[in-house]
């Protein structure tokens, strides 16, 4: 009998979890810092959120803003396993969790890969120690899981018919959140079948509700760690913004 590769192995394990003991391995169980992951799952690439992923408090301003550590030990972005970012969140409440959009995050595969300078860039971008301002903020619910939308395997060879070879290659999606008009904003990762299923490239993904897109709705994003330029020029282009009830 082959081996069975690493990778593959990794989602057996955790596929058998989840099922053996009835636990979804997609939920964040940990009684703290609820409103701090909730701010991770739904900003970051490639985040689905899950069990085993972290929250450490690094610090806090005068104005009461938290600097956080978001730690995934097991999400791979690229063809390399582990993720770990510092985000600013502006403040919470019993329900919502409040950030500035777009550039609230420095993200790395490990904490030393995140310099100083990045720090105090990132510090000085969410207004650390200034009077905080309501109106340039956007907000995510607080929970314990993110909330999907399965866009259909029928409907993923349709999108990309032109850009992913499906013998040799799949596409594994992950939503970022609708707006207004309910449309989704996705990530979308491209996996080598034939090795391992290691990433390959990525693009961001608007959807219609009725699963239609434009032109301009689909774009190949250029740097997976340094993306927050690319995403926030996307989403202007195609007046997209978060929604949240």
């Not at 063809?79 to 409040?98: A, V």
């Not at 607080?142 to 939308?149: F, G, V």
């Not at 850009?163 to 008009?181: C, H, M, Q, R, S």
Request: hydrophobic share 30%.
């Amino acid at each position: 009998m082959k081996r069975l590769t690493a990778g593959l192995l990794m989602l057996l394990l955790l596929f058998l979890t989840g099922c053996t003991f009835g636990r979804d391995t997609h939920r964040y169980y940990d009684e703290k810092y609820t409103e701090y992951f909730s701010i991770a799952i739904n900003s970051l690439l490639g985040i689905s959120g899950i069990e085993s992923d972290n929250i450490e408090i690094l610090e806090q301003d005068s104005k009461g803003r938290v600097m956080f550590a978001f730690t995934s030990r097991v999400s791979r972005i690229d063809d390399k396993t582990g993720l770990y970012s510092i985000m600013i969140c502006q403040k919470t409440d019993s329900k919502y969790s409040y950030y500035y959009p777009d550039y609230h995050f420095v993200v790395a595969h490990k904490k030393e890969e995140i310099t100083k300078e990045e720090i105090a860039v990132l510090k000085n971008k969410n207004d650390w120690d200034k009077d905080i301002d309501e109106s340039k903020m956007t907000k995510v619910r607080i929970a314990r899981s993110k909330k999907q939308n399965n866009s259909g395997g029928s409907r993923k060879e349709k999108l990309f018919k032109d850009k992913v070879d499906f013998k040799n290659e799949t596409i594994a999606f992950v939503g970022l959140g609708t707006d207004k008009d309910n449309r989704w904003l996705y990530y979308a990762e491209i996996l080598d079948k034939e090795h391992n299923y290691n990433y390959k490239r990525a693009y961001m993904i608007i959807l219609n509700e009725d699963y239609s897109y434009k032109d301009s709705y689909l774009q190949q994003v250029d740097d997976v760690w340094n993306y927050q330029d690319q995403l926030k020029k996307f989403k202007e282009l195609n007046n997209w913004s978060l929604y949240v009830k």
